[in-house]
C-alpha cells in the first residue's frame, strides 16, 4: 500500500514537471528554464502547505522528488518532440489526474493530522498541495493561469478537499478509507473531464456579459 | 474596545473578498475561483506577514476568518448584480478602507510586540498585512498591480505604517494611543481618496517622458 | 575578508534595488512603488531561501539591508536622470553581477552547513536566493521574467550552484575556497555576458519552431 503511494507520489511528480516543460515550450524556453519551471510546478505546492504548516519542508527530507522532478524536465525538453505526441501527451495528462488526486488528499490528511484549522484549514491546504505548483507556474509564465480557464481542473480538485473535510469529519474514524475514497473521486473526476472534454458549465460562472451588465 | 476590532476586522474581511470577486467578475470567472480569490485577498497579506515573523498564521488559531472570507465570496458571486450597484461597491470600498487601516496597523503591532527588526520591519510588515493580500490577487489575475495603478492605495497604507514607526519609536508607551491615531489617519486619508477621486500627484512620480528622455 | 563580502553584499543590495528601480521607471511608477520594487527585489530571494530554510527572515537581525535598499530605491528614483545614463547602468549592472556571484554562494553555503537536503538543496536554494527577487519583481510587473529573456542571468547562477555542490562534495574540506572560486566564477561569466552581450545559445533553447512542429 506505502509502495502504491509512493510509485503514484513519483508518477505525479513526474506528470507535473514534463506537462510544465510542454506548457512553456511554445515561448522559446532554454533547459535551465525548463528545469525551474518543472522543478517549481513539481514541488511549489507542497512547499507553500508545509510554510503554511509550520513544518520542515517535505523535500528536504527526501531530495528524491528533486532528482525526479529535475530529471522529468531535462527529457521532456530534450525528447521534446517525442514528448509533445499527442499520445504522450494524453499519457501525461492521466497521470497528472493521479498526481493531484494524490496530493491533494495527502496534503489535507498532512494537515489533519497536525489538527491545524479543523475542519475549513486542511481543505485549503489539499487544493494549494494540488494546485499551488501550476499557480506558480503559471504566474511566472505570465499566462492566464489554471483557475480562470474553463478546463475542469481545480473543481474536482477542491470537490475532492471538501468531501475529505466533511468525511473526516462525520466519521474520523476511518481515515484511510476515506482518503481512498477521495483520491479516487479526484482522480475519477479529473479524468473524465479530460476524457469528455469538460468544462465549467455556464450555471456555475458569471458570464461577461452578467458582469458587465 | 476588543469587540470593535473584531468587527473592524470582519467588516475589513467581508471587503477584501468581496471586492477581489467584484474586480475578477469581468474576466468571467466560476464560483470555485471567486472563493478562492476571495480567500487570497483576505487573508494572503496576514499570511505572508506570520510566515516572516516565524509565528503560526493567524487563521490556524481561528478559522471563522477562512469561514467569512469563503462566505464574503460566494455571496458576492451569487448576488453579483446586486453586489455591484454603485452604492454597494461605494460602501464596500469603505469597508476596504477599514480593512486596510486596521489590518495594517495590527501587522505593525505584531511585529513590533515581538521586537522584530525594530524599527523597519514592522512598517513594512505592516504595509504587506494590509496590501499583501491584493497584491497576490492581482499577480493571479494577470493585471497591473495595485502599486502600480495611479490611485491613491497603497500610500495612505504606508504613510500610516511610517508615522506608526515614528511614533511608536519617539513616544513608545502609549501605543494604544498611537494605533488608534495611525489607524484614523490611513482610514481619513483613504476615504478622502476615494470619496475626491485623489491619484497620486504627478511630482510623486517619474512620468513616461521624464524615463524615457 | 569579512569586511569585503560585507562591503560586497552592500554593493549588490544596492544594485538589486537601483536596477529594479531603473527597469520599472518606463511604466510611470510613482516613489512609494519604486521603494517597494527595490526593496522586494533585494531582499526577496534571501527571504525565500530563509522561509524555506526554517530560519529567521536575514534582515530581522540586521535591518541595514532594508534602509540600503530603501536609499537605493529612493535615489534612483529622484536622481533618475542621473541614474539612468548608459556609464552608469553599466556600473550597476556589473555591481549586480557582484551582488548575484555572492547571494548565491552564500545562499547555497548557508543550506550546505545546516545539512538541508544535501547535495541538490543547497544548489536549489543558491539559485533562489541570487534570482528570487528579481523573479518577484517580474511576476509584481507583470513583464516576461528574467527565466525567459535570452541574456545570460541565471545561467551563470546556476553553473556556478551547480559547481559549489559538486565541489563541496566533492571535496569537503575547502569549502572557504570552493565558496570564493565559485562566487568568481559567477562574477566573471556574467560580467562577460554583459561586456560581449552574451546571449543562451540556440541548441540550449527549444525555438518556436521546434516547439510548434
Redesign the interface.
Known amino acids: 500500500m506505502n509502495e502504491l503511494s509512493q510509485a503514484a507520489a513519483m508518477a505525479g511528480t513526474v506528470a507535473f514537471a514534463a506537462t510544465a516543460v510542454i506548457a512553456m ?10 528545469m ?2 518543472g ?1 517549481l510546478t513539481a514541488i511549489g505546492g507542497g ?1 507553500v502547505r508545509d ?2 504548516l ?1 513544518q ?2 517535505f ?3 527526501d ?1 528524491s522528488y ?2 525526479i522532478s ?1 530529471l522529468a524536465s531535462i527529457i521532456t ?1 530534450w525528447g ?2 517525442l514528448m ?1 505526441r499527442r499520445r504522450v501527451v494524453a499519457l501525461l495528462l492521466y497521470l497528472d489526474a493521479v498526481g493531484i488526486a494524490l496530493f491533494a488528499i495527502q496534503g489535507a490528511a498532512k494537515a489533519w493530522s497536525l489538527g ?3 475542519p ?2 486542511p481543505i ?1 491546504l489539499g ?1 494549494i498541495t494540488a494546485i499551488g505548483g501550476g ?1 506558480i507556474r503559471d ?7 489554471l ?2 480557464r474553463r478546463e475542469l481542473y ?2 474536482p480538485v ?1 470537490a475532492g478537499c471538501v468531501a475529505y473535510g466533511v468525511l473526516m469529519t462525520a466519521t474520523p474514524g476511518s481515515q484511510n478509507l476515506i482518503a481512498l475514497l477521495c483520491m479516487a473521486f479526484i482522480f475519477l473526476f479529473r479524468a473524465g473531464a479530460i476524457r469528455w472534454k469538460l468544462e ?1 458549465p455556464d450555471w ?5 456579459n ?4
Open positions: 515550450a511554445p515561448r522559446g524556453i532554454d533547459l535551465l528554464t525548463a525551474v519551471m522543478l512547499t510554510l503554511i509550520g520542515p519542508v523535500w528536504s527530507k531530495i528533486l532528482w529535475l525538453f521534446y518532440r509533445s491545524f484549522g479543523l475549513l484549514a485549503l487544493i499557480l504566474m511566472l509564465a505570465g499566462r492566464d493561469n483557475l480562470m481545480a473543481i477542491s465549467v456555475f460562472r458569471l458570464s461577461d452578467q458582469s458587465h451588465g
